[in-house]
């Protein structure tokens, strides 16, 4: 039999034909994976009813760039840095090798451990779609964990040219040219994953195309990249320009930034997601538009390392952006806020990146980027991915307009609900797949195992 659910909502963002607006006093009916209807008086026949008063119902937000697992690891390892460790030494000397030596020393139940712990924390703050990239070694672990949740979750294996990366003695990474076997061998064990997971879990789990970077993929693993895309039907997502080194490694060994580079080798389209591209050109985020490729911001991670990277500028610039919260603090409302005030800051203009766009650019913006028209919006006939967010609280009252409170005032900890595929998975503030406390235990103990290893391996001592 069908379940049916009802959410009652003192605001809702609706989407009709002319795009989202707020509507009052509603119930959302769902019945099944699908909102069946919006409507003015409380449904009969529901079996689950979500009913607290102040809820601000809106589509589940979608966040289309994460790395839970390295995050976890180095939780509390990233802030403060000099500038000069920050710039050389936190992705390649600190996270990769970090992330590295868990996967030679945790089993796949430690891996799914840390892996549910980042998961439930995203999803406790109201996302529930999730791109995650990580090395092609996780992926069992990772399904299972977004599974269990009842997440809708894009798996993002690696391919990698250069498997091993470390740092040499100055805190340099150190590149091994792109092998052919070694494209060879990353593109076999992706399609391997991709037919054992691709349309998992009633289809909420897709494994997408994930080329690490320009910096650590040859031009014939992206070309080889587009060449799959286009033969499955399947997104892309890569780092683009993160670094100042990255460009200038690109420019070396290619004579192109980034952009061209993905441009020439024919990676960039509609289906190209590109995180980051902080140190792009402006005629680099026109490449980028011509292709109608996305863009996903990330403004916290580089903040922390005192590098900007404002939403406004991409998308002023005419380009499809989304917000994301990359490998840093995850939670999806204050990367949002973050987003708003890195924006006005950068532009010194209070009128860039409006709560309006920023709520966009996780609903209704990043579905567009997933090609999909059935989820980011409340409508019915619509999948019925949503969340509610009590703005009742102390902090957040009185409520002149639920959006802009949400951005600019809303805690994570208001999130009192979150429906993925007609299904609750947060409930009155809780994670429902499992028990928080024995979720973070398990992961804390993953994590602390790493660590030892990291600090007899010297790994955390040279990143001081
Ligand atoms: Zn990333």
Redesign the pocket.
């Known amino acids: 039999m069908t379940t049916r659910l009802a959410v009652r909502a003192r605001w809702a963002l609706i989407h009709e034909d002319g795009g989202p607006r707020i509507v009052g006093d509603r119930w959302i009916v769902v019945e099944g994976d699908r909102i069946a209807a919006i409507a003015g008086d409380r449904p009969g026949g529901v079996d689950v009813v979500v009913d607290r008063p102040n809820l601000f119902v809106l589509p589940g937000l979608i966040n289309l ?1 994460n ?1 839970v697992f390295t995050e976890s690891l180095i939780r509390g390892r990233s802030e403060d840095l000099s500038k000069a460790l920050y710039e050389t030494n936190l992705v390649y000397g600190l996270l990769m090798p970090f992330g590295q030596l868990a996967m030679q020393h945790l089993s796949p139940t430690e891996c799914e451990a840390i892996a549910e712990f980042g998961l439930m924390q995203l999803m406790k703050s109201g996302v529930t779609t999730l791109m995650e ?1 990580f090395r092609a070694g996780l992926t069992d672990p990772f399904v299972a964990a977004a599974t269990r949740a009842g997440l809708r979750f894009y798996a993002g294996p690696y391919l990698f040219s250069t498997p091993d990366l470390d740092i040499d003695a100055e805190g340099k990474p150190t590149y091994r040219a792109g092998s052919g076997d070694a494209d060879a061998a990353s593109l076999a064990e992706w399609r391997a994953l991709h037919q054992r997971h691709n349309g998992g879990a009633g289809d909420r789990v897709r494994v997408i195309l994930s080329p690490h970077a320009t910096d650590t993929c040859g031009p014939d693993l992206l070309r080889a990249t587009r060449r799959l895309a286009d033969e499955i039907g399947c997104l892309a997502t890569i ?1 683009v320009a993160q670094s100042r080194e990255e460009v200038e490694k690109s420019r070396q060994l290619h004579g192109r930034s980034p952009t061209e580079l993905l441009e020439w080798t024919g990676l960039l389209g509609r289906d190209a997601l590109l ?1 980051h591209c902080c140190f792009s050109s402006d005629s680099d985020l026109d490449i980028v538009k011509r292709f109608g490729a996305t863009v996903i911001n990330c403004p916290r991670t580089f903040a922390r390392g005192g590098v900007t990277a404002a939403f406004g500028r991409f998308h002023d610039h005419g380009l499809r952006t989304v917000v994301a919260t ?2 840093y603090v995850p939670d999806i409302i204050s990367e949002l806020r973050t987003a708003g005030m890195v924006s006005k800051l950068a532009a010194n203009d209070p009128g860039v990146a409006t709560a309006a766009q920023l709520v966009d650019a996780v609903t209704g913006q990043a579905a567009a980027a997933l090609g999909r028209d059935d989820v980011g919006r409340l409508a019915p006939g619509a999948r019925a991915d949503l969340v509610a967010v009590d703005l009742g609280g102390v902090h957040v009252a009185p409520v002149v307009d639920p959006v802009n409170a949400l951005v600019w005032r809303a805690h994570a900890s208001d999130v009192w609900a979150s429906v993925v595929d007609g299904r609750l998975v947060v409930g009155e503030g809780r994670y429902l797949a499992g028990d928080e406390p024995a979720i973070v235990a398990r992961a804390v103990a993953a994590i602390d195992k790493v660590t030892r290893i990291g600090e007899s391996a010297g790994i955390l001592g040279r990143a001081k």
């Open positions: 760039h790395h990239s780092h995180a990359d490998g």
